[in-house]
């Protein structure tokens, strides 16, 4: 029986969909936002700003900060003159600023209590600092940058020392607010976020230093095949690499996975046992191979009897395809997702059915399809949504390679993943088609 991409794609949605709920809801850990585990995580709760970002009132430019009112009139014919204050930099307690002057600030610096706006250092007269005398402190005594009561005394004998200008400066100018990025409070990374490192980089400054995130997914992958040399075994010449496990390993990590990787032969009472020793350690069991309309397929013969369903998908390559979920005693039910044996149909198996929904649970977006021009005709199984491997051309367009699903190098060659939808069977050089990117 031959089954649509999308009937197959709900099919493998609601197996996994209560293997994700439980890990949701019932899977988290706490990590430092130093650990290096963290990256790429996902959230298991919403997490919010401890203080605000940013978290004080500072300067954005080294300058000068004044008040606005007294530039009012600078111009260049009307050049004001202030006197300088004790200068301020990054770290520094808040400063008073006394009406009529000019304190020196540095970049990330309190904007001094009084002063409204700040005149980059290069708009003044001079375009540079003179000599400068930096506020008296305790580097050692507790003190909160743009606390309402400034903390040093009100300015009593400025420095020696001035500044000239020749333009006003609006109220606001070159000052960030405290909290004009993110309140307290307020949302930082929501349950289901991915922990990127921006989003990492935001919850240091809104003053996280821990984080509840998702167990990752545990996914055994298991591929079968007495072709196979066994990991560090001697190969014979009718043996073959292994090359599925860890090209889906890797995928699968991409998005978060916790894979194990495992081969076995073609014996079905063996795969049958091993797969429920894994029941219940992993949350999922991926097999490739031994699922066509051979004599001898392992993975069709261990998994009937077990309920598994096997069908074929009106996709190329990669139609044959199938799902089971063993049940034990005790734990969930482990679902277990059965991709074709040659390298192209596994790995565009795992992209169309897995990878979406794995994804998705790792808070991460679909890759956005974009337009191309085919750079030659092509033909296609009309019956079938194929899918091919493309190379862009430096004109931009799309150069679309052989259709054969054991060119894995083939596949290790291509920029994008070409769409060619159920009902077409001939495309003219020149014709927009759908392509996935290997990047996004």
Request: hydrophobic letters at 45%.
């Amino acid at each position: 029986m031959t089954c649509t991409l999308d009937t197959h794609r709900a099919e493998i949605a609601d197996l996994l969909t209560p293997l994700l709920a439980h890990v949701r809801e019932n899977a988290a850990e706490t990590l430092r936002l130093s650990d290096p585990q963290l990256t790429m995580r996902v959230a298991a709760r919403d997490v919010t700003a401890r203080i605000p970002i940013p978290a004080f009132t500072n300067s954005q430019m080294d300058g000068y900060a004044v008040r606005a009112i007294d530039l009012t009139h600078a111009s260049e014919t009307n050049p004001v003159t202030l006197p300088l204050g004790y200068a301020a930099a990054a770290g520094d307690p808040q400063l008073w600023h006394a009406p009529g002057t000019a304190t020196p600030v540095m970049t990330g610096a309190p904007v001094p209590h009084g002063a409204d706006t700040i005149v980059p250092v290069e708009a003044s007269t001079a375009g540079e600092f003179p000599p400068l005398t930096r506020a008296p402190h305790d580097p050692e005594s507790p003190h909160e940058p743009g606390s309402k009561q400034p903390v040093t005394a009100p300015l009593q004998a400025a420095p020696a020392g001035t500044a000239t200008f020749t333009a006003p400066s609006p109220v606001g100018r070159f000052v960030r607010v405290a909290g004009e990025d993110l309140a307290r409070g307020a949302l930082v990374a929501a349950a289901g976020a991915a922990l990127t490192p921006t989003r990492i980089g935001a919850l240091a400054a809104s003053g996280v230093t821990q984080v509840a995130v998702r167990r990752r997914l545990r996914v055994l992958i298991c591929a079968t095949g007495d072709e196979l040399a066994q990991p560090g075994e001697e190969r014979n010449a009718s043996h073959i690499p292994d090359a599925n496990g860890p090209m889906l390993a890797a995928l699968l990590r991409q998005y978060g996975a916790e894979v194990e990787h495992t081969v076995i032969p073609d014996n079905p009472r063996l795969l049958a046992d091993r797969l429920r020793v894994h029941a219940g350690l992993a949350d999922l069991i991926v097999t490739m191979g031994g699922i066509s309309m051979g004599a001898f397929e392992v993975v069709r013969e261990a998994l009937t009897p077990l309920g598994g369903t096997f069908h074929s998908v009106a996709l190329q390559p990669g139609g044959p395809q199938g799902f089971a979920s063993i049940r034990m005693a005790g734990v969930p039910d482990t679902p277990v997702l059965c991709f074709p044996g040659n390298p192209v149909s596994s790995f565009l198996s795992a992209e169309l059915f897995l990878a979406p929904i794995l994804r998705a649970f790792a808070g991460l977006p679909d890759p956005a399809p974009r337009p191309h021009a085919l750079a030659h005709d092509v033909e296609s199984p009309a019956a079938k949504h194929q899918v091919r491997r493309g190379v862009l051309t430096a004109e931009g367009t799309v150069r679309v390679l052989a259709p054969g699903s054991h060119l894995v190098h083939d596949l290790a060659s291509a920029d994008v993943l070409v769409q060619i939808p159920v009902g077409v069977s001939h495309l003219a050089a020149g014709t927009l088609v759908e392509t996935w990117s290997f990047d996004d």
